[in-house]
């Protein structure tokens, strides 16, 4: 199973970004999608995340500006970025765990800046 995430690139403040995160492989059903983010020398944070049966869980700094979305049929987690602030900036990585195993993507950068 691989993850291949696109998406990143430099915005605005204010700005919008939508990140995709699609698997490829052997793939049956995918129980849990999610994003996390990593700063330079800090932790690797969740961001958001969704499982199969559709609930959704928001870190409290994007609640109200991202949203998290599934497509089963294309095996692919979305991240929709509104509102996008400096303090977004960071490394954006997918998780999906399929058959008990986790898998990660390799990571999009999302820089927000004027």
């Known amino acids: 199973v691989q993850l291949q995430a696109s998406g990143g690139g430099l915005v605005q403040p204010g700005g919008s970004l939508r990140l995709s995160c699609a698997a490829s492989?052997?793939?049956?059903?995918?129980?849990?999608m999610a994003w996390y983010r990593q700063a330079p020398g800090k932790q690797r944070e969740l961001v958001a995340a969704?499982?199969?049966?559709?609930?959704?869980n928001y870190a409290d700094s994007v609640k109200g500006r991202f949203t998290i979305s599934r497509d089963n049929a294309k095996n692919t987690v979305y991240l929709q970025m509104n509102s996008l602030k400096p303090e977004d900036t960071r490394v954006y990585y997918c998780k999906m765990v399929i058959r008990a195993r986790t898998y990660w993507g390799q990571g999009t950068l999302v820089t927000v800046s004027s």
């Open positions: 969704i499982a199969s049966s559709g609930s959704t």
């Open positions: 492989g052997s793939i049956y059903s995918i129980n849990y």
